[in-house]
């Protein structure tokens, strides 16, 4: 296991920005506290957001420390002048859209007080150049020592929410063919959450590709992951569906829910793990699906002649599963290196 794994990239980028900035403090002679808060505060997942998130940063910065001048110069250390610093800050960084400085604008207004004395002017510029040495290593730290790199974890999120929705699939059908209780729907809510932690490394990936592009087996395997969330996207979507459709009392035979039952164990199975995944298996059992919804179409529209707009539940079932299938097809259809890289 590579150091940077055991230990974990972000703490080693963060020892080794505390560490240049504190020394770039030392030998120019300015105070590295504020520089050292700025390092450990504006270190962001990917170098695009480092850079976006300092030039908002370092004015809003600038703002926090013109206030903590202006109150001492007036209050002195006092409680007032700590308040108002703070006060007027987040006030100002609000109103001009500084919201991802304002952390850093505040920390520094009221660590300030503390520390000016004399020469107001001059401690404000040492306070400025400080701060942006905080936010240039950080950016440079980010940038070129273990640049951010998520592909590999993007690829085991979606594995393991595929299998995951596997297991959804199998709770869901077989409570619609049992006729259990369906709005416990604490299952899909735990499954979007899981998908938006993926779209957010995806985001990274895409906004960290501007600097670092990915080339070669990365490149592919990140444009593949990027095919198969869309995927389950889309799968997440049918399942929606059937949870969100009232369903009458599924008049299906003995046998009719026993064929439906085993493909429904297959496909969460066959979700687990792409290596589950037999391709003639899922084609027999999708042909058998298929064949249940014709025979189930020709018979309920005979029987509804007058009401041939009608789905009943029997056919909105199938037609969920069926199209879930298709998607678990192309799901798997196009092979990558994803498993022999994890």
């Not at 001048?69 to 100002?92: D, E, K, Q, R, W």
């Not at 070669?216 to 059937?242: D, S």
């Amino acid at each position: 296991m590579k150091l940077s794994e055991f230990i974990g990239s972000r703490l080693i980028k963060t020892a080794v920005a505390i560490f240049i900035t504190a020394w770039i403090c030392n030998q120019i002679g300015w105070p590295p506290v504020f520089a050292v808060i700025t390092a450990i505060v504006t270190l962001e997942p990917t170098v695009s957001e480092s850079i976006k998130k300092g030039f908002i940063r370092l004015p809003a910065s600038a703002i926090g420390s013109a206030y903590a001048v202006l109150f001492i110069s007036l209050f002195g250390n006092s409680p007032i002048t700590y308040t108002l610093a703070a006060f007027f800050t987040i006030a100002t960084c609000v109103k001009l859209r500084l919201h991802a400085g304002l952390l850093v604008a505040t920390l520094t207004a009221v660590a300030m007080i503390e520390v000016i004395y004399d020469n107001f002017f001059i401690s404000f510029f040492i306070r400025l150049g400080t701060t942006s040495i905080g936010l240039i290593v950080s950016t440079a730290v980010n940038m070129f020592i273990l640049p951010p790199d998520y592909t590999q974890e993007i690829v085991k999120n979606i594995q393991r929410l595929n299998s995951k929705t596997g297991k959804a699939i199998e709770k869901i059908f077989t409570n619609i063919l049992l006729e259990k209780d369906l709005k416990d729907r604490g299952t899909m809510e735990a499954l979007q959450r899981s998908l938006q932690n993926t779209d957010t490394l995806i985001r990274y990936q895409k906004e960290e590709t501007k600097y670092h592009p990915l080339v070669g087996h990365e490149k592919h395997l990140f444009q593949h992951a990027q095919e198969q969330i869309v995927t389950i996207r889309m799968i997440h979507y049918h399942m929606e569906n059937l949870l969100n459709t009232p369903l009458d009392t599924v008049t299906w035979t003995k046998e009719e829910r026993s064929v439906v039952l085993q493909a429904i164990n297959y496909l969460s199975y066959s979700m687990e793990d792409e290596k589950n995944f037999e391709a003639k298996r899922h084609d027999t059992q999708l042909k058998i699906l298929t064949e249940l919804f014709w025979e189930d179409n020709e018979e309920i529209t005979k029987k509804n002649e007058q009401h041939p707009t009608h789905f009943p539940p029997e056919l909105i079932i199938l037609y969920e599963l069926l199209s879930i299938f298709e998607l678990v097809t192309e799901f798997y259809q196009t092979k990558s290196p994803i498993e022999k890289s994890v």
